[in-house]
């Protein structure tokens, strides 16, 4: 009963109607395919890969349609079957999820299909639950996890968030083997968002974090340390133009925060008034007549104004960027290798602390070499 689209609803109530005490008998999937395998989705190939994976979830023996869809760049297909069998049965959708990794992965290797690279470049406004919720609740650790030395710690940042941590204990000792975590009823465990966040890799990079914050301590302290003592303290706050700042004002330039000054003195001699704030290092001042805390759209975030200005001079920027649909926000660090690039460079981490790291674990080689002073040979 295919000849028309009205047969095949006509059909599908019918059997539908065997079970009137099920309240969901539509079941739908959609499969999609990397870009890159899109010359060999011929729609033969692909109504067998559809068949193959209805057979492995076990949707058999009932009525189903496979629709091909061609609105995206991932050549992608939908099978809406229905869920009252030829024999009335009903097809169970319990852990299908699960079960759904697993045949995806087995579709995958057999037929040598490409595997995604990374989370990063899921369309997460595409995706339906439960999936939506395990991006979000992987980018809100990604976010957060940078700003942890403790479990705590993270549990407390993403309850904010709206993101439940439960933790898995043991029977003898109640210390934590396993953690999970949950958003909207929907929950994972820390391996099945991502590998990185098991509970034995989150306490590792609760370590390296511990470690990163403390050098930047010390590195802070030392600065202070080398300020010259003798140097008057009016020499330490700067004028800007022509107007000496106060030492109220460069504590909240020196927090990341941003002062309004009246009749500033321009090179022309004009005046302006403008908003004033300076990079994290205190080494440039910038000055603009809007708001700098307006979000603006720049890259692949909305972030404030001020952090926009700071990226495009070269510094090196916390951003405070807006996160999922601007309820929340995120703090990436943001920079250009090269003044002139149009696109920025992402880390969760302090670049310049992990940089300096690096080159403190380079050995010196130059301490093992022997010089010999001797016979030529």
Not at 15 to 30: D, L, M
Not at 242 to 259: A, S
Not at 350 to 375: H, Q, T, V, W
Request: aromatic fraction near 10%.
């Amino acid at each position: 009963m295919a000849e028309s689209k009205q047969d095949i609803i006509r059909s599908f109530a019918m059997q539908r109607s065997g079970r009137k005490e099920i309240k969901q008998p539509v079941g739908h999937i959609p499969l999609s395919f990397s870009p890159e395998d899109k010359g060999r989705m011929t729609d033969e190939f692909m109504v067998q890969l559809a068949k193959e994976y209805m057979q492995e979830m076990e949707i058999r023996n009932t009525q189903f349609i496979i629709v091909r869809h061609d609105n995206t760049d991932n050549p992608h297909l939908h099978i809406v079957y229905n869920r009252i069998d030829n024999e009335l049965k009903l097809i169970s959708v319990n852990h299908d999820y699960k079960r759904n990794i697993k045949v995806c992965k087995k579709l995958k290797d057999n037929y040598n299909l490409t595997y995604g690279e990374g989370k990063e470049k899921v369309k997460r406004e595409k995706l339906d639950n439960p999936d939506r919720v395990k991006y979000k609740i992987c980018d809100a650790i990604k976010a957060m996890l940078p700003y942890c030395t403790t479990i705590n710690e993270l549990q407390s940042l993403l309850k904010q968030l709206g993101i439940e941590t439960v933790f898995k204990l043991k029977r003898t000792t109640n210390e934590i083997e396993g953690i999970s975590f949950g958003y909207n009823n929907i929950a994972f465990k820390g391996s099945e968002v991502d590998r990185k966040y098991s509970y034995g890799n989150l306490k590792k990079e609760f370590e390296k974090n511990l470690e990163i914050q403390q050098k930047q301590k010390e590195q802070e302290q030392k600065q202070i340390q080398e300020q010259p003592e003798n140097k008057p303290k009016t020499d330490r706050i700067p004028s800007i133009g022509g107007i000496r700042l106060t030492p109220e004002q460069m504590t909240v330039l020196k927090e990341g925060g941003y002062i309004y000054l009246e009749n500033m003195q321009r090179r022309d001699g004009s005046k302006l008034s403008a908003y004033v704030f300076f990079d994290d290092q205190m080494k440039q001042h910038f000055v603009t007549k809007q708001n700098p805390d307006t979000f603006v759209k720049y890259g692949k975030y909305e972030m404030r104004l001020m952090d926009k200005m700071r990226i495009e001079a070269g510094f090196v920027t916390k951003a405070k960027v807006k996160w999922w649909g601007g309820g929340q926000y995120a703090y990436p660090h943001l920079w250009k290798t090269n003044q002139s690039d149009a696109d920025y460079q992402e880390s969760w981490g302090d670049p310049r602390l992990l940089k300096a790291e690096k080159k403190e674990e380079k050995p010196d080689l130059s301490k093992n070499l022997k010089i010999n002073k001797g016979k030529k040979r």
